[in-house]
């Protein structure tokens, strides 16, 4: 073949791949994971690329026949930039994204992910407006919106009959809208608001808080507040036993990973979690398993989530048993994970959200293998009550 | 109100602590350290190592700020020391490298996680101070700071090694020519200020979660006392820590929502109105 022929051929298998994108990935099933993996969120990231990855290799690494293949980008937690690497991995043509960490971030990219019609499954990012104001075609959510978990904090403060609340909300527009959202629910099971602060984010320094705190006559805390702000709080209240004379409670304030970090003032701390690796089932059993036999630490929540999202997902891949998109999601809007570490979760195609019981906990001394700080389930609620039926 | 001011006092020397090596640095080096907050990082993580491997918090708060003091004299030697004929701009380029690698290198090293340090059992609880229970260790910590404040002031004030630290700062050629290397004078200072960032690591361990990136967030608060203080001045530093401490603890009881604007809006006007800071009154002695 002389040099116009082979400038021909060329020109007409770029031709065809230009005309259907698809063809070129055939090859492997790209998935472009967007998570934070440095900073205060990065600890998140690294767990949730440890349960997507697992979640791959549980079905022997591949889909439609082809190899799972993750490409990793750090969002640094900054939804710009999260864009930016999104923006570049469908430049590459990955087959779906995977992420964020951060709601910001996750917002974000639905925007751009949803004009190229590339998937996106969220299993961390909470704000409401995921799967409602903003929810578009092409992003699910598998794990807790912020609704669920205020329905689970409501819940309990009836059942504790906790009769009045001391509430302490991260200065940022999740954490308010959050706080705004559970004030109504609170006010719904009788529960009297005492005082509220809104410290900002990154605090360092709750002392003067807490002392308020201690002079009212609050039954419980409502913690409202993140990762390290949330695990300072906890450090300096318990050095002044603020847990013996109230209960602590709030949204993932705590798990085994934070308890590592507060240490045995965690005892006492109640949560909602998103998941925990003594939930008791046969599928969770054998996930707990594998993860500690590759990784050698139990599961946290994030990497739970993760794995269960990802499996889901590439499990509505398979049985679409073609390679489109569209067609996978077109299957997941209304797809039921019968497979989950959770039980059964079901994807509603209203809003996207994936319907699921959840699951309360409190921090009590562990004993080995476990971890000296290990949540125990305290608390589960179904789906019925958590997620009222879509309008 | 005795208990608000003793946590006011536990807040403003917290942050003298944290603040202490940066003022020393610039004002003797003329160094901006931008590293300053990864060496408080990096003093936080060897202090949980030393109470891991020993148990003993006493011991990490001796390991800490020596281990500290002697990469940051290193650093100097290889990184700072060519740098200090050349533009300020080369030198902050140079600290915000250091950030990056010795962020790696302790992710590297000890992950991403978060790590904790349990208060010894002698500093552990709290007293009833009138209406407040106070935490034994924010006593401790106040306590901290002063000997630290002191202790500063008295080696750059009273002693023949702080008469020729500055001595080294101002006249470096009359130094020079008495025969004291300069160059090494240097190092001190910048040790002696790395020293410190891990003491302030080492000493908010038990308060804040040790993690990757815990740096980043203080060095804002560190900046702020150093300019109020005036740049270099131990006394100014100590000053302005107190009064921002003091700020921030009636201010949460009284206007919660306006203390972070206040306190910038200070820094503003003190910039325009005071740039030498608030309690820098000549150009002469600063320590």
Known sequence: ?391 | MTGTLIIGLSIAMMLFLLAAGLTIIFGMLGVINFAHGVLYMVGGFIAVEVVNQTGNFWLSLLVAPLAVAALSALLEILLLRPLYDRDHVEQLLMTFGIILVLDEVVRTVWGLGYHDIPLPGSLSGAIPVFDSDVAVYRLFLIGAGLIAGLGLFALIEWTKLGIVLRGAMTHPAMVRSLGIPVSTIRTIVFALGGGLAALAGTIAAPLIPIQVGMGFGIIVDCFIVVILGGLGNIRGAIAAALLLGLVRAFGQQYFPEWIELSTYLVLMIVLLWRPQGLFTFSKGRKA
């Open chain 1, 1 to 391: 073949m002389n040099i116009f022929g082979k400038a021909a051929l060329f020109a007409a298998g770029a031709a065809a791949l230009v005309a259907n994108p698809a063809l070129a990935d055939e090859d492997a099933f790209r998935v472009g994971g967007i998570v934070s993996l440095s900073g205060a969120y990065g600890v998140i990231g690294e767990s949730m690329r440890k349960g997507a990855e697992l979640a791959a290799e549980a079905r022997g690494g591949t889909v439609l026949g082809a190899p799972i293949v993750f490409e990793w980008e750090d969002t640094e937690t900054n939804p710009q930039i999260a864009v930016q690497k999104a923006s570049a991995l469908m430049g590459k043509g990955v087959d779906m994204l995977f992420g964020a960490v951060s709601s910001g971030s996750t917002l974000a990219v639905m925007k751009v992910s949803e004009r190229r019609g590339v998937p996106l499954i969220v299993t961390l990012s909470a704000s409401d407006r995921i799967t409602g104001e903003d929810m578009a075609s092409n992003t699910f959510r598998t794990s807790n919106p912020v609704r669920m978990e205020n329905t689970m904090m409501a819940e309990f403060v009836g059942r504790e009959k906790l009769g009045k609340i001391y509430a302490v909300v991260a200065d940022y527009g999740v954490g308010r809208d959050m706080w705004d959202d559970l004030k109504g629910r609170l006010d719904a099971v009788g529960a009297e608001i005492v005082a509220e602060d809104y410290p900002p984010l990154g605090g360092r320094d709750y002392a003067l808080i807490i002392d308020k705190i201690k002079k009212t006559d609050a039954d419980g805390v409502v913690m409202i507040m993140t990762g390290g702000d949330a695990i300072t709080f906890l450090k300096q209240s318990g050095q002044v036993g603020l847990k013996d004379e109230k209960q602590i409670f709030g949204t993932m304030v705590m798990d085994e990973m934070m308890g590592e970090a507060v240490g045995d003032l965690s005892f006492g701390v109640n949560s909602t979690l998103r998941y925990h690796f003594a939930i008791d089932n046969e599928v969770n059993r054998a996930f707990v398993e594998s993860y500690v036999a590759k990784y050698g630490v139990y599961p946290d929540q994030a990497a739970g989530e993760a794995y269960d999202g990802m499996a889901w997902f590439l499990d509505v891949v398979e049985e679409t048993g073609v390679w489109d998109q569209q067609a996978w999601i077109k299957a997941f809007s209304t797809s039921t994970n019968t497979k989950s570490l959770e039980g059964v979760k079901v994807m509603r195609a209203c809003d996207h959200q994936a319907a699921q019981s959840g699951i309360f906990g409190k921090a009590i001394k562990g004993e080995a293998p476990h971890p000296n700080v290990t949540m125990e389930i305290s608390y589960q609620f179904d789906s019925e009550t958590l997620f009222p039926a879509c309008d």
